[in-house]
């Protein structure tokens, strides 16, 4: 019903930006709270940001804080991660989620496949 689709990643120096994009489809993206959640090897997967539907509520992962900016523009359907500072660390596959048929918090029914973003020191 929702397809997610993320873009963007790739291999940056530590101390550099990135900005990943995630395009939703298939239903109203203005009803889908987005989030960005990231899987380093040998790691558990965890969520780094987190928006509502209309962008006035983010949350974000403690070691991200500050550093990392999520946001939305619903005109496009899209939900970015704008990652500053970047540390070898954060290297993971991040995946973008969509929540459609829920309002529990961290609770995402579609997710995408994925995109690397790789940090060197």
């Known amino acids: 019903q929702v397809q997610v689709v993320e873009s963007g990643g790739g291999v940056v120096q530590a101390g550099g930006s990135l900005r990943l994009s995630c395009t939703a489809s298939?239903?109203?993206?203005?009803?889908?709270?987005m989030a960005w959640s990231r899987q380093a090897p040998g790691k558990e997967r965890e969520f780094v940001a987190t928006i509502s539907r209309n962008g006035g509520y983010t949350f974000y992962e403690d070691s991200v804080k500050g550093r990392f900016t999520i946001s939305r523009d619903n005109a496009k359907s899209t939900v970015y991660l704008q990652m500053d500072s970047l540390k070898p660390e954060d290297t993971a596959v991040y995946y973008c989620a969509a929540q459609v048929f829920t309002t529990t918090p961290f609770d995402y029914d579609f997710w995408g496949q994925g995109t690397q973003v790789t940090v060197s020191s």
């Open positions: 298939g239903r109203s993206f203005s009803n889908m709270a």
